[in-house]
């Protein structure tokens, strides 16, 4: 009845993609290419779940 006011699982983890990957580029242009090569692993994690949900 209320399936309107569940929030979408689809749009949380879009944004937590968009996140790591701005996080990413903060760090590779702050010359940390570690952190970038982590930070977009994750991402791409996210983005399999996201796949995962269509």
């Given at each position: 009845m209320f399936g309107f006011l569940k929030g979408d699982p689809k749009k949380k983890l879009q944004k937590a993609y968009e996140e790591k990957l701005s996080a990413a580029m903060?760090?590779?242009r702050s010359?940390?290419?570690k952190t970038y090569s982590l930070?977009?692993?994750e991402a791409e994690a996210i983005r399999a779940q996201i796949?995962?949900?269509s």
């Amino acid at each position: 009845m209320f399936g309107f006011l569940k929030g979408d699982p689809k749009k949380k983890l879009q944004k937590a993609y968009e996140e790591k990957l701005s996080a990413a580029m903060k760090a590779q242009r702050s010359g940390d290419i570690k952190t970038y090569s982590l930070l977009t692993e994750e991402a791409e994690a996210i983005r399999a779940q996201i796949n995962a949900l269509s």
